[in-house]
């Protein structure tokens, strides 16, 4: 019976009728339109996360290799172990005002990040929004993805040894060798299942992870320091850089840890829209900030004390258990490899790959659900997208971050204007599920205020991108590179302000209601501008008459 079910299955997926996944009886969308239940408003019975869920998954996505490394990227360009914390505190606090606002979003009205896009973008224009931020979570994915294969090479070496003596059969030019293939493939297959789990039911896993990885670090910095004897000589460091140029380079640094978390910012929605209360949303501004200062100290007081121990600054946790031989040695590697392997997972699921599957849902509904976009991202990540040859050719962490926080900041900051400022915390929920319903904006279905603010937002920023990223254009470019220093702050900012005072000296008075409307049953009192693009069922709702049938 199991044999003729799973051959009916393949079979079917031979067509593309057989790729048509159930409609959700409970949608809102058009009735010629489709939708399923990862694009819609979340149940009631999946909002099982509280302010302790969101606790576990700000340790799961910020407990990770690259918040341990963050400080190394501040020190090398000249600073000192006082401004890397100083950045740290800061830049993440200058985060957390986009992921309160826009988490706000999802935790009243528990919508996707797609979703909510619509009310400011317009119905077509949010594609381009969607599109942008799975484009960052792929490239995130992969980064995070080769990361962990490396902390699987300590495990599988921690057991067998010669494991590292594997010959290379792999040409110089593609950037990994044969033992770091084996690795990411190994790393891979055990990621692809834990992938599969549902956001609401990854509440444990988030708590296993930050049990597992907090232990381990605290224990790392202890074997360091005992190594050492003490906690090295990293604290008295002189300043590389003086003058303005310090100055310049401690606000680059500030910018570029803020656009670290420029993702998340973005797309917060896709997680608090499973919270029971909104109250969890506000928690950030402390679970942020904490998480990020306990792993950054961690990765100073591990690299100073290994200038003591091996002669050299190591940044890398996993290049730390690398050193470590011995019995003893190994069996620390192990449980270093495993916690950074859970880390990494921790970190894919929390930030990238549910993220990107529930972009890829929204684009296409009527083939794609979560699970098939967790399939889709993770393979194209790991694999078509060759994450080693992204960290080879990449100049520094510090000028990736910095590329991708350019095109997401105006992004979160048009979602925050949007539901604070211009519409006042109130959306018609039904509205943004229907083609032609009021936030269509005119038969393109793009809102030109939104079009006009992300564009003041990006261009100026455009030439000290192209410098960061081809050097020998600096001297063309001038002093233009010290807007791409702050990229983040006027980024935000300056979208924010920009599409706020657009929208109230051009308003779209159709996309204005009197309340929220959360389902095609609320009856809003009061009267309307109506145009021509304006639905029927907009029309019905401001009269009273509202049939109650599923669309």
Not at 189 to 217: E, G, N
Request: overall charge positive.
């Amino acid at each position: 019976m199991l044999r003729e079910r799973v051959t009916s299955n393949l079979k079917s997926k031979t067509t593309r009728a057989g790729w048509v996944l159930p409609r959700a009886s409970s949608s809102f969308a058009d009735a010629d339109a489709w939708t399923n239940i990862d694009c819609d408003v979340t149940p009631i019975d999946r909002r099982t996360w509280s302010a302790w869920t969101m606790f576990g998954y700000w340790f799961s996505d910020a407990l990770n290799a690259q918040s341990w490394m963050a400080p190394a990227s501040i020190i090398a360009i000249g600073l000192t172990w006082r401004e890397a914390v100083v950045c740290i505190i800061f830049g993440s606090l200058v985060c957390t005002v986009p992921l309160v606002l826009n988490g706000m979003v999802g935790a009243r009205l528990h919508i996707p990040f797609p979703v909510s896009m619509r009310a400011s973008f317009g119905w077509y224009f949010s594609r381009f929004a969607v599109v942008t931020r799975a484009i960052t979570a792929l490239f995130w994915h992969a980064i995070q993805t080769y990361t962990g294969s490396t902390a699987m090479t300590q495990i599988i070496r921690s057991i067998w040894p010669s494991y590292l003596d594997i010959p290379n059969h792999i040409p110089e030019s593609v950037g990994i060798t044969t033992q770091g293939m084996v690795s990411h493939l190994i790393f891979w297959s055990v990621q692809f299942p834990i992938l599969l789990i549902p956001p609401h039911k990854l509440k444990w896993f988030f708590v296993a992870k930050c049990v597992l990885v907090i232990t381990t670090s605290v224990a790392v910095v202890i074997t360091m320091t005992s190594k050492a004897g003490g906690s090295g000589e990293i604290w008295t460091l002189p300043y590389g850089v003086h003058g303005s140029e310090r100055s310049w380079l401690i606000l680059s640094s500030l910018s570029s840890i803020t656009g670290g978390w420029a993702t998340m910012a973005t797309n917060i929605p896709d997680f608090t829209r499973y919270l029971k209360t909104d109250k969890g949303v506000y928690w950030q501004v402390l679970f942020l900030p904490g998480i990020q200062l306990m792993l950054g100290l961690f990765g100073i007081i591990c690299c100073s004390a290994s200038k003591v121990v091996y002669g050299k600054y190591i940044w890398d946790p996993l290049e730390i258990a690398a050193q470590w031989d011995g019995p003893a040695g190994r069996c620390g590697a192990f449980w270093v490899g495993l916690s950074w392997v859970v880390a990494q997972i921790g970190t894919n699921l929390s930030a990238n790959v549910i993220s990107c599957a529930n972009d890829i849902c929204c684009l296409f509904p009527k083939y794609i659900n979560i699970k098939r976009g967790v399939i889709i991202s993770t393979i194209t990540a790991a694999w078509i997208m060759q994450p080693w040859k992204i960290i080879h050719s990449a100049q520094s962490l510090l000028a990736f971050m910095a590329g991708l926080g350019i095109f997401l900041a105006p992004i979160a900051a048009l979602l925050s204007a949007d539901y604070w400022v211009v519409h006042r915390q109130k959306y018609d929920v039904p509205g943004l599920y229907r083609a032609h319903g009021r936030y269509r904006y005119n038969k393109a279905g793009t809102n030109w205020r939104a079009v006009v603010a992300f564009l003041v937002s990006v261009v100026p920023s455009l030439p000290g991108m192209a410098a960061t990223v081809d050097p020998k254009l600096a001297p063309s470019v001038g002093d233009a590179n010290k807007l791409y220093y702050m990229f983040y702050f006027w980024g935000y900012t300056s979208a924010f302000v920009v599409y706020a005072l657009l929208s109230h000296f051009f308003p779209a008075p159709e996309t204005h209601i009197p309340a929220t409307i959360f389902d095609d049953s609320d009856v809003i009192s009061g009267e309307a501008d109506k145009d021509s693009d304006t639905p029927d069922v907009t029309d019905e709702k401001l009269s009273g008459k509202v049939d109650a049938s599923p669309v």
